[in-house]
């Protein structure tokens, strides 16, 4: 049983980019998927599939790269984690690499990015930072 399913995808997902890998599979859950379609609407994955497998659903991730074979994510951060919940306000946001990268927040409108949550007006969990 994983104590942090959020640091495992995002652990997967940034040695998966090290190898150059094009899918990484982990197991489902509504969290992770609402997750992999936050970066996929912000263009850091591909795509993102969920396969129903037995005895539990997977969800597969397809990666992107620039047309040189490099990663689009430079770096992946975990922010919040069990042991050290950190929440925001919308004035708190911070932003990522002046601009150039984005923060995910579980906010009570779901998951969004930074830029969304400002616009929004809603703070929440600041769970990860992607650049």
Wanted: charged share 25%; aromatic share 4%; with cysteine.
């Amino acid at each position: 049983m994983l104590t942090d399913p959020i640091a495992d995808f995002l652990t997967r997902v940034r040695n998966a980019t090290a190898a150059r890998k094009a899918t990484v599979d982990m197991p489902w859950s509504k969290q992770k998927d609402a997750l992999a379609r936050v970066l996929v609407a912000e263009g850091y994955l591909a795509g993102a599939t969920i396969i129903e497998a037995e005895p539990r659903p997977v969800l597969r991730i397809e990666l992107r790269y620039d047309p040189q074979r490099r990663p689009v994510i430079g770096g992946i951060k975990r922010v919040s984690r069990p042991s050290l919940r950190v929440y925001v306000g919308s004035k708190d946001i911070p932003a990522v690499r002046g601009g150039l990268g984005v923060s995910v927040l579980s906010t009570p409108k779901g998951l969004l990015v930074d830029r969304d949550a400002r616009r929004e007006n809603v703070g929440g969990e600041l769970l990860c930072t992607v650049w």
